[in-house]
């Protein structure tokens, strides 16, 4: 369903006073949804038609390459969470993408590597990462650090490789807020990533703790074509003028591309942004994106779930866009449309940001008079509103929108639009040239745990057979899947690598 989005364009200046304004009037912001409409190939409604499911299975894969790849720890341990988190990387630089895997029950990050071609294709554990460096496997004890429950990649430093960054938002003493949390970055100051796997990591720590570390993303923050950090504590106190001590709203913190050799001390942060509407619980930083594809000036995405809209209604949830050179002071607002009508909808609660689309999901928000059904709001070039994307089939509690993506899944060389939804354990994907389509419906496992897309990322992963153009894979992260049969274990967790089939 098309719809008028909720766009508003906010400073803040000195002081507490904060301005916002609509960026157009209502009437022009329809249009430049249209508008938007055209430039990224959305048609006038998302949502499959009325009289039955209106959705098509994508259970069944094409060609000689397997539906799935099934990737498992090498010594499973009840509530290891392997799979709490997933990033695809060239980590031997072979030219094929490979995996880090967040195992946080065990503190570690597991390295999967990628062999064999079509029906062969296989990831291999091989190594895994703690806080000190490589760990010998297996893995022995574990902790409450959340070591591996976020990563990201970047070339952070002076050589022409990338780093790895591990967050782990609760490390530290318990019951010490003040400093929770902490960031580990392997590779700086050594010649590639291969390299800095084998050396011990260099630790970030917590500014103003609030879980400092629960979302990370890289990307060139202050527009000097060079790749910086971003790191969240969607739980760090905000000072407002009732509280000035603080209350718990959420910062993020940016540091800037380092250069030569690189000790904890050089790692100060050059740029805090928090919470521009602070409100207890407000989650500034939930989930971090970045999108440098419209040319040479990026967005850093920062996801709200928590915050009150602009019409005071709690809990519905903003997402503030903060165009590079980022600035405190400078920010976009993105809202739910028909905020009036919406009750505790988590709008932001997943984001995706890529080629210039943004989708964010609202998996709380209630839709045809069901409860939690979920939606998901996909926003095209220059955050005009695209579509509204729902389930004609819908049911109570679906949650629609806890993980969105973006990606190349229908083998069309457009960008397609993801939702996740736990109750049914599937994901629906919305073909980006023609979303008016039925979604296309894949069902990854039987026996997929209720949190089968805590980690999830889209990538190329297998490269397509000869004839077909080429097409990314969803990978899945499944950390409360339980091994069953002999030797049953709770919460080991796996990972699948999925390709969806084509469109008949």
Not at 187 to 192: H, K, P, R, S
Request: glycine share 14%; net charge negative; charged share 20%.
């Amino acid at each position: 369903m098309l719809v008028p989005p909720r766009f508003l364009r906010a400073t803040r200046p000195a002081g507490e006073q904060t301005r916002v304004r609509l960026l157009l009037p209502v009437s022009r912001l329809f249009l430049a949804g249209l508008s938007a409409l055209a430039l990224c190939g959305c048609g006038a409604s998302a949502a499959a038609p009325g009289g039955g499911s209106g959705e098509s299975n994508g259970g069944s894969s094409g060609g000689d390459l397997p539906t799935r790849i099934e990737v498992y720890p090498p010594f499973p341990t009840q509530g290891a969470h392997f799979g709490e988190s997933v990033l695809p990387a060239d980590i031997d630089l072979d030219g094929d993408l490979d995996l880090f895997i967040g195992a946080m029950g065990e503190e570690v990050v597991y390295i999967a590597l990628r062999e064999g071609e079509g029906q062969d294709a296989h990831y291999t554990v091989t190594q895994a990462l703690g806080m000190d460096g490589p760990v010998t496997l297996p893995v022995s004890g574990g902790g409450k650090s959340h070591f591996g429950a976020s990563l990201a990649v970047g070339q952070l430093d002076d050589d022409p490789e990338v780093e790895l960054v591990v967050g782990a938002s609760q490390y530290g003493p318990e019951g010490d807020e003040e400093n929770r949390g902490a960031v580990f970055v392997f590779g700086l100051g050594v010649t590639g990533l291969g390299s800095g796997l084998v050396s011990p990591p260099v630790r970030l720590s917590a500014p103003r703790g609030g879980n400092f570390g629960e979302s990370l993303i890289c990307g060139d923050m202050d527009g000097d074509g060079l790749e910086d950090l971003a790191v969240a504590a969607p739980h760090a106190l905000v000072s407002t003028s009732q509280v000035p001590e603080g209350i718990d709203a959420g910062a993020v913190w940016v540091y800037g591309h380092l250069f030569g050799a690189v000790t904890e001390e050089d790692l100060e942060p050059t740029l805090e942004l928090s919470n521009p509407f602070p409100v207890v619980y407000g989650n500034f930083g939930h989930l971090l994106a970045y999108d440098g594809s419209a040319g040479p000036a990026g967005s850093l995405f920062v996801s709200t779930p928590g915050n009150a809209n602009s019409q005071g209604f709690p809990f519905a949830g903003q997402v503030f866009v903060f165009p590079t050179p980022i600035a405190e002071d400078l920010f976009e607002v993105v809202e739910q449309p028909d905020g009036s009508l919406i009750d505790k909808p988590r709008f932001g609660m997943h984001l995706a940001a890529r080629s210039d689309h943004l989708v964010v999901g609202a998996p709380r928000e209630d839709w045809d008079s069901l409860q939690d059904t979920g939606l998901g709001f996909v926003f095209g070039p220059g955050l005009g509103i695209c579509e509204e994307l729902h389930r004609s089939s819908a049911k109570a509690r679906d949650l629609l929108g806890f993980r969105t993506g973006i990606g190349n899944l229908v083998g069309d060389e457009q960008v397609d639009f993801v939702l996740a939804a736990l109750q049914p354990r599937s994901l629906f994907i919305w073909d980006g040239a023609d979303p008016g389509r039925d979604p296309l419906v894949v069902s990854p496992a039987e026996d997929a745990a209720d949190h089968f897309v805590q980690g999830f990322a889209i990538a190329d992963m297998i490269a397509s057979p000869e004839g077909e153009g080429p097409r990314e894979e969803l990978i899945l992260g499944d950390p409360t899947w339980d091994r069953a049969g002999e030797g049953a274990l709770d919460d080991s967790g796996r990972v699948l690598v999925v390709r969806p089939v084509e469109r008949p």
